[in-house]
């Protein structure tokens, strides 16, 4: 049996790449990735700032705590301040009675409609950004008026 060196050495040479390759494809996908920074920059990441809003004593930052202050002031009676809880055209203000308002909506949704149970309403200043609405607009309820569809939204 004739013995060739050349042949032995090209083929313990491939084995040998090919142990590197698959040893430093294992390593660099079991190994977490850390960032540097670069030479001379000194600053950390910071976490992106968050909006403060000023406190709102009727909790209308939210979608949630909206439509829960419009219920206990309905269940209160207290139209006057259940209108507070709606978004009115402020040109409207003037011609509209926002009591009368908060009130035609307790009966809309009393007759003909539903508001989303609590825990689907946003609890995020935001609202739900995954919704298909504009991002000022929540959805927290439906509505059926003479076979038509309303959709109530937050504002």
């Not at 939210?62 to 419009?70: H, I, L, M, Q």
């Not at 207290?78 to 009368?100: E, F």
């Amino acid at each position: 049996m004739l013995f060739n060196i050349k042949s032995l050495q090209q083929n313990l040479g491939l084995k040998f790449l090919l142990f590197c390759f698959w040893t430093v494809l294992v390593l660099t996908i079991t190994t977490p990735a850390k960032g540097q920074l670069l030479p001379g920059d000194t600053t950390e990441s910071t976490p992106a700032a968050v909006p403060s809003w000023p406190e709102d004593s009727l909790g209308r930052r939210t979608p949630r705590g909206a439509v829960e202050g419009f219920i206990q002031a309905v269940a209160n009676n207290n139209y006057n301040k259940a209108a507070q809880y709606l978004s009115l055209n402020p040109l409207s203000q003037d011609t509209l009675d926002g009591g009368v308002l908060a009130m035609a909506m307790q009966r809309l949704l009393d007759q003909s409609g539903n508001l989303y149970a609590y825990t689907f309403i946003s609890d995020e200043p935001a609202g739900k950004m995954n919704d298909g609405l504009a991002p000022n607009l929540e959805q927290v309820g439906t509505a059926t008026v003479r076979g038509k569809h309303l959709n109530f939204c937050w504002r």
